[in-house]
């Protein structure tokens, strides 16, 4: 670590929304409801995907996946965040910050990648029926979550190590309200051309490679809808196709917007708002949009409601 750094172990101060103590408040009781919400929907599904045996096919593998990594996505975030708008202190250890600016990086560069991993699953399930289960074997499912997960991890070792080695001349105040990477960077008191333009080159990687792959997908499996002659089928892969469009809509366009304009041309304060948008909202949408289009989902979502009801009676009887 740079010698330059040495002020910035005590730790960093995080602005935030600190000009604006009002939409503190506000905001405070607006993240509290979705990081419940959060919680609430994609353990939800987990548990819904894991106890129905009919659930136990690659797009819920898949969805399984997503619905952890929303959790660990806003857990990493939210707790910090709440503790800085409910009271004065703003401060965040140097420790907790790198934690933080790593877990951040690794978990949103995954959430990229499995959206392009759950496209290719659609278009196997909807381009080539007959050879799905073939095909999307549970090996080759696991082989491909270990690999996104695994990338992604190498590409926050890479850029966050860079970000931290940057000389930041004992400035410790970060004008955020969580220590995001772009954040991080401003902070720094050389030139930081070289890091951004790492950082813009793995960002075409990691966003604009799978968002190919996704419209490329999609390409195929509209034309393959068309041909479906049932219309029960044809509605049933809509639905389903949908659903995962409207996820990568919200995210890749909050994404695009954020990091891949020439010269961040995003205002500061819009700038938390999105950061605020994407990574507390969306996660909280996730849930909603794979289940209200999606009938099986529905199903077992009842089924755990029923058996959660029918062992809060069996206890009942047995305290009675």
Not at 182 to 195: E, G, L, S, W, Y
Request: charged content about 15%.
């Amino acid at each position: 670590m740079d010698q330059n750094n040495c002020t910035s172990l005590h730790g960093f101060v995080l602005l935030g929304f600190s000009d604006h103590p009002k939409l503190e408040m506000v905001l405070s009781g607006v993240v509290t409801i979705f990081y419940f919400i959060t919680w609430v929907g994609n353990t939800a599904i987990i548990l819904a995907s894991l106890l129905d045996p009919h659930l136990h096919t690659p797009m819920y593998f898949f969805l399984r996946n997503l619905s952890f990594l929303d959790l660990c996505f806003t857990t990493s975030i939210v707790p910090q965040m709440l503790v800085n708008l409910w009271g004065p202190d703003k401060t965040i250890s140097f420790q907790g910050c790198v934690t933080q600016l790593y877990v951040y990086m690794w978990l949103g560069s995954t959430e990229c990648l499995l959206l392009g991993v759950m496209s290719y699953d659609r278009f196997t399930a909807i381009c080539k029926p007959l050879h799905y289960f073939v095909i999307m074997n549970p090996h080759l499912c696991l082989r491909m979550v270990i690999t996104v997960w695994s990338i992604s991890l190498a590409n926050s070792v890479v850029l966050c190590t860079l970000t931290l080695n940057l000389p930041r001349c004992g400035n410790k105040l970060v004008d955020h309200f969580l220590c995001e990477l772009p954040a991080m960077v401003k902070i720094a008191c050389i030139d930081t051309t070289r890091v951004e333009m790492s950082v813009f080159a793995l960002g075409v990687v990691f966003v604009l490679t799978p968002l190919s792959l996704i419209l490329i997908s999609y390409g195929y499996i509209a034309e393959a809808v068309l041909r479906i002659k049932s219309n029960a089928g044809r509605q049933k892969a809509i639905n389903t196709c949908g659903s995962h469009l409207t996820v990568v809509s919200i995210l890749y366009g909050t994404i695009i917007y954020m990091y891949l304009q020439p010269g961040n041309s995003a205002s500061q304060d819009q700038g938390k708002f999105l950061t605020l948008f994407y990574t507390i909202i969306t996660p909280s949408l996730n849930p909603l949009v794979y289940t209200l289009r999606n009938k099986d989902m529905k199903n077992a979502l009842r089924k755990l409601v029923r058996l959660d009801h029918e062992s809060t009676k069996l206890k009942r009887s047995r305290v009675s």
